[in-house]
């Protein structure tokens, strides 16, 4: 006979033994396993940033923040502890696609030439974890550019009621805060062959240190900030387009070379400028095309006008224009149509093309432009390269610069 007394009671023993278990099973699993206060198991919002600048020191992070927004960029900078750099940034998204986008729009349609994503989470308290991604390869960056400072002097005033002198200007361009001398200047560019005004701009290099300081536009007074350095030696530099290349010393320090200086105080610094000449070759730094085009921004007339000049000064001059891109990789290509819009997509033609056909229609658009202005055909070549002949990495952070046009002077 079985006694049902006792089963029902082993029973409720062994079911309470399981509930008392599972209970405590239950209590360690909430305990030790739930995520710590303030953790997130998602990415934050808005962790991909737009950056166009990045800086060793504060200072000179508030000042290029300053002139971006005054070119009607959204800016705003943070400390990124991965690198231990300041970032100026004009986007922060939690969307990658479209950051990835405005980076490669920035670098196409602005002077942010380097603009690249960074991926993580800014500011001082910040986890130091985070990628710098290259928007055109969308790989990670090893380094980032740290950029150049922007180079407004800031004067320290006295105030009104001071009877003592207001201190030397200061620099931005100085990681060390140290004063320095500023000098004014004029850059006189002319044409040696009959001393007419050359449009064009100068940049001051630090002879010391091999670093572009600024640059400056020509034949208008300008304030230049000397170098941090203890030499004082300066390099002034102009590359006006279809002139060669000529450069000045100056020092900041030296009360021995022989200067020129005009009624208001300015020191004046000549270049003579010569055409370029039969085996020179010259880089249309300021030609810029649309993306996946042979077709030039409207932002180009200007220097490809500077050609045309050159060209109807000289009859007897010819010239080969090369053409290149970043990388050899095939895809969309979009050409002129019968109505020629040099600087518009109006019009234009879509396909598929190699990079060294883009790089073939990029240079044959300058041509076609020259031949409506009436320049000879037989005056001309036109050499493609594709992406065979790159100045930087193609995937570095100034491979942007890849894509250019250049001229060659066959005979002068």
């Known amino acids: 006979m079985i006694n049902f007394t006792a089963v029902s009671l082993k029973n409720h023993c062994a079911m309470k033994r399981f509930i008392l278990f599972a209970r405590v099973g239950l209590f360690f699993t909430v305990v030790f396993f739930q995520p710590a206060v303030g953790a997130s198991l998602t990415v934050p919002p808005n962790s991909n940033y737009v950056v166009i600048g990045a800086f060793a020191v504060e200072k000179n992070a508030v000042n290029f923040t300053k002139q971006a927004n005054e070119s009607n960029h959204q800016a705003q900078f943070d400390l990124n502890p991965n690198r231990n750099l300041y970032y100026v940034y004009v986007?922060?998204?939690?969307?990658?696609?479209?950051?990835?986008?405005?980076?490669?729009?920035?670098?196409?349609?602005?002077?942010?030439?380097?603009?690249?994503?960074?991926?993580?989470?800014?500011?001082?308290?910040?986890?130091?974890?985070?990628?710098?991604?290259?928007?055109?390869?969308?790989?990670?960056?090893?380094?980032?550019?740290?950029?150049?400072?922007?180079?407004?002097?800031?004067?320290?005033?006295?105030?009104?009621?001071?009877?003592?002198?207001?201190?030397?200007?200061?620099?931005?361009?100085?990681?060390?805060?140290?004063?320095?001398?500023?000098?004014?200047?004029?850059?006189?560019?002319?044409?040696?062959?009959?001393?007419?005004?050359?449009?064009?701009?100068?940049?001051?290099?630090?002879?010391?240190?091999?670093?572009?300081?600024?640059?400056?536009?020509?034949?208008?007074?300008?304030?230049?900030?000397?170098?941090?350095?203890?030499?004082?030696?300066v390099s002034f530099i102009c590359e006006a387009f279809g002139y060669r290349k000529v450069q000045v010393e100056f020092n900041f320090k030296s009360e021995e070379q022989s200067v020129t200086v005009d009624e208001e105080g300015n020191i004046v610094i000549p270049f003579e400028l010569l055409r370029l000449q039969k085996g020179d070759r010259a880089i249309m730094y300021n030609v810029f095309f649309y993306k996946d085009a042979g077709v030039m921004r409207p932002e180009s007339r200007f220097e490809v006008n500077t050609l045309l000049d050159m060209m109807r000064e000289n009859a007897t001059c010819r010239i080969r224009i090369h053409g290149h891109t970043n990388g050899n990789a095939s895809g969309k290509l979009i050409t002129m149509g019968e109505d020629k819009n040099f600087f518009s997509l109006t019009g234009t033609n879509e396909g598929i093309g190699s990079a060294k056909r883009l790089s073939e229609e990029r240079a044959k658009a300058i041509v076609e432009y020259l031949k409506s202005n009436g320049i000879e055909e037989s005056r001309m070549e036109v050499k493609a390269w594709g992406g065979k002949k790159p100045i930087h990495d193609k995937n570095g952070n100034r491979a942007q610069e890849n894509v250019r046009v250049e001229v060659e002077i066959l005979s002068d």
Request: charged share 30%; glycine share 6%; proline share 6%.
């Open 91 to 233: 986007l922060s998204t939690d969307d990658r696609e479209q950051a990835i986008a405005e980076a490669l729009r920035l670098r196409k349609e602005t002077k942010y030439h380097d603009a690249w994503v960074y991926q993580g989470v800014m500011g001082k308290d910040a986890n130091a974890s985070g990628t710098d991604i290259n928007p055109v390869t969308e790989k990670p960056l090893a380094d980032v550019p740290e950029t150049e400072p922007a180079h407004e002097v800031i004067t320290e005033s006295a105030t009104p009621d001071s009877t003592t002198t207001a201190k030397p200007s200061l620099t931005e361009a100085q990681l060390t805060n140290e004063e320095v001398a500023s000098k004014n200047f004029v850059f006189n560019l002319y044409r040696a062959v009959d001393g007419k005004e050359v449009e064009g701009e100068v940049n001051v290099i630090d002879t010391e240190k091999s670093r572009k300081m600024a640059t400056h536009k020509g034949n208008t007074p300008v304030k230049v900030v000397g170098p941090s350095g203890k030499s004082g030696a």
